[in-house]
């Protein structure tokens, strides 16, 4: 089980509702709970969610899903804020990727979960609460920064799924919606968007992976 250093456990029995799904329900190969936000308790942050083309995902957090008559729900994507996974496909697919350091790993988690068939359910009766960007503060107070980490993440790993010609094609639509992004809800000037836009395109040109070193580079600004 993995299980960030920004989650309360309030729920004493949560990991057992878990591992009992676990052993009941053998067809699935990994597991979460319900993740509600720490300061909204009765608001969900994440119940898992579903993969979408193009490098997208839902979230599925919805607040009927706390009141739910099931319990649980099948998805295609998991959070490794809190994650159970049985050992043999531990063994057999890996954890996650250290390709990608922050914010990309659960996703490249699940795309590879889910290429190799392994199912995986949100057990709504089982909770937690989480810190919501409480790492992400400590690491870097300039947002830009962490919008940048976010869509290089992004673009460099849609590199391993898509052909040259139409990882370019994602990459140009990409990038015109961070600009837009940049400009609409950052405020930031046309020259400087236009600068970061072409950054984001030349580190994604080079790139394979953003690991640790990379990213720790982004944040320092040496990248």
């Known amino acids: 089980m993995l299980l960030n250093n920004d989650t309360v456990i309030a729920q004493k029995d949560f990991l057992w509702k878990m591992v009992n799904f676990m052993q009941k329900e053998r067809r699935f190969g990994a597991c979460v709970p319900c993740i509600c936000y720490y300061d909204m308790p009765d608001s969900i942050w ?4 579903k993969l979408l083309p193009l490098g997208q995902r839902r979230y599925f957090k919805g607040t ?16 490794g804020c809190c994650l159970l996974i049985r ?9 996650l990727s250290e390709d990608f350091f922050f914010g990309e790993e659960d996703y490249e988690f699940s795309i590879r979960m889910n290429k190799n068939n392994v199912k995986m359910a949100c057990l709504l009766k089982a909770r937690i609460y989480h810190k ?4 992400g503060k400590e690491l870097a107070d300039d947002k830009l920064k962490m ?3 976010h869509h290089l993440n ?3 790993h849609m590199k391993r799924y898509y052909s040259q010609r139409i990882w370019r094609l994602y990459k140009i639509v990409a990038l015109a919606y961070v600009y837009l992004l940049l400009r609409r809800k950052y405020k930031v000037r046309s020259k400087d968007g236009a ?8 580190y994604s040109e080079s790139l394979d992976k953003v690991d640790k070193c990379t990213f720790g580079d982004v944040i320092r600004g040496e990248l």
Do not use: H, P
């Not at 009927?64 to 959070?79: H, M, P, R, W, Y």
């Not at 919501?132 to 790492?135: Q, Y």
């Not at 600068?195 to 030349?202: C, F």
């Open 154 to 156: 992004r673009i460099v």
């Open 147 to 149: 919008v940048f980490v």
């Open 46 to 49: 994440n119940c898992g969610g």
């Open 132 to 135: 919501v960007s409480s790492t």
């Open 87 to 95: 050992s043999d496909n531990l063994k057999r697919f890996g954890l």
């Open 64 to 79: 009927g899903l706390l009141n739910a008559k099931s319990d649980f729900i099948e998805v295609s994507f998991v959070t």
């Open 195 to 202: 600068a970061y836009v072409r950054k984001l395109w030349k």
